[in-house]
T-cell receptor
Framework: AQSVTQLGSHVSVSEGALVLLRCNYS??????LFWYVQYPNQGLQLLLK??????LVKGINGFEAEFKKSETSFHLTKPSAHMSDAAEYFC????????????FGRGTSLIVHP | ETGVTQSPTHLIKTRGQQVTLRCSSQ?????VSWYQQALGQGPQFIFQ???????GRGNFPPRFSGLQFPNYSSELNVNALELDDSALYLC??????????????FGPGTRLLVL
């Protein structure tokens, strides 16, 4: 069984400030981890994913995330927020090499103030 | 290259009715997954189809069923609609079953309202 917890349903930052969106997971087997972004009235777009290899993963739009096995975390960061980053962000986990049943977190809404 | 498209964009039904939602996969993709996203929640996996066969299913009752066609377009059918079925239904396609780490490409969704 696997689960995802996203701490904070809303995160508010000023333009130019650091963005940190938290994700913790539980999985009985090695996980694959994903971050998706959803803009209003649109589907999900993959930001980045961790499958194997380097634990620091770089994605699109300047986002990155680090897989920390000891902390069961996969937090998403961006050094400097832009107004265009305002959206809903979802963390997801699936079992590496297992049957494809991904589990998504409830999402974190990122609000960017001018 | 055409992305994933879904139709209709919005739909209103009443309890007990049946609904069919459609998805056209991205070109070259032979795997499609369907998700239900209730308001304020993350997407929940319904099922996945690979080359016209069901390849995995989440915790949804049998009244949720699907089809994938030879051209890899897909349908989601829901019978005996309930109020709780009101949600955004997302379709996602991927190139093939290279495993659970494969990148999925999502369509914009169909918003279903059950009255």
């Amino acid at each position: 069984a696997q689960s995802v917890t996203q701490l904070g349903s809303h995160v508010s930052v000023s333009e130019g400030a650091l963005v940190l969106l938290r994700c913790n997971y539980s999985s009985s087997v090695p996980p694959y981890l994903f971050w998706y972004v959803q803009y209003p009235n649109q589907g999900l777009q993959l930001l980045l994913k961790y499958t194997t290899g380097a634990t620091l993963v770089k994605g699109i739009n300047g986002f990155e995330a680090e897989f920390k096995k000891s902390e069961t975390s996969f937090h998403l960061t961006k050094p400097s927020a832009h107004m265009s980053d305002a959206a809903e962000y979802f963390c997801a986990v699936s079992d590496a090499g297992g049957s494809y049943i991904p589990t998504f977190g409830r999402g974190t809404s990122l609000i960017v103030h001018p | 290259e055409t992305g994933v498209t879904q139709s209709p964009t919005h739909l209103i039904k009443t309890r007990g009715q049946q609904v069919t939602l459609r998805c056209s996969s991205q070109s070259g993709h032979n795997t499609v997954s369907w998700y239900q996203q209730a308001l304020g929640q993350g997407p929940q996996f319904i099922f996945q189809y690979y080359r016209e066969e069901e390849n995995g299913r989440g915790n949804f009752p049998p009244r949720f069923s699907g089809l994938q066609f030879p051209n890899y377009s897909s349908e989601l059918n829901v019978n005996a609609l309930e109020l709780d079925d009101s949600a955004l239904y997302l379709c996602a396609s991927s190139p093939g079953t290279s495993g659970s780490g494969e990148t999925q490409y999502f369509g914009p969704g169909t918003r279903l309202l059950v009255l």
